[in-house]
């Protein structure tokens, strides 16, 4: 009786791919679809975010907090996006700066802002004082000689916007961050295997090719016929 040869090695194989493409591919899929590649191409974020860096943006951050950096939609204000910027104030927050201040208020207490640029919180020189209504926010940049942000829209609510126009937040991830090499020693590992499985899928192929094998010794259920 004779057996296909190859068998075994042909179900193992396809074993192998199928957890090979799972582990590969599966980090890459989680990576794109909670976190958005984003580039600063102004300086409106220095010295924080140079111009060239690339962050990863968590696209469901779930809340937003005072002093997150987040992309955000500027549409309310008349322009196009997205933008970058940091969240200073959120609702029910009174944010204030008057010129000649040497930092910002927030709910009448000075602001420490150790990321902005030259630590001149007032650069750009404007005045404001605003009661941040519930659900919106108060956005500006850490270049405050150099930024686009909720000073200069006092018309539009005060100069804030719907937490909703969050777009992403800064997740602070970087190449070295413990996720970043977790999963990318699991796709590593996905790769070997999808190797081994398609190594192993070729040696089924070649032994199957060779034709079935004759199976030796006595075969179960077999009658034996003595010559008279």
Known sequence: MARRPGRRRGFAAIALLVLGVTLAVGPLVYMFGRFTPVKQFSENMLPTLPVGDVLAMEKDPGEVRRGDVITYDPSAWGLDGPFLGRVVALGGDHIAYAAGDPALTLNGKPLDEPYVRDGDAGAGGVSFAVSVPQGRMFVL?????????????????AGTLPVSAVTGVDSGLDQDAP?????????????????????????????RRRGPVEAQGPVWGATRVDAP
């Open 141 to 157: 940049g850490d270049n405050r000689g150099n930024s686009a942000d909720s000073r200069f829209h006092p018309e539009v609510h």
């Open 179 to 207: 996720l970043v090499a977790v999963l990318g020693l699991v796709s590593f590992a996905g790769t070997w295997l999808l190797l081994a499985g398609l190594g192993l899928g070729i040696a089924s192929l070649v032994a």
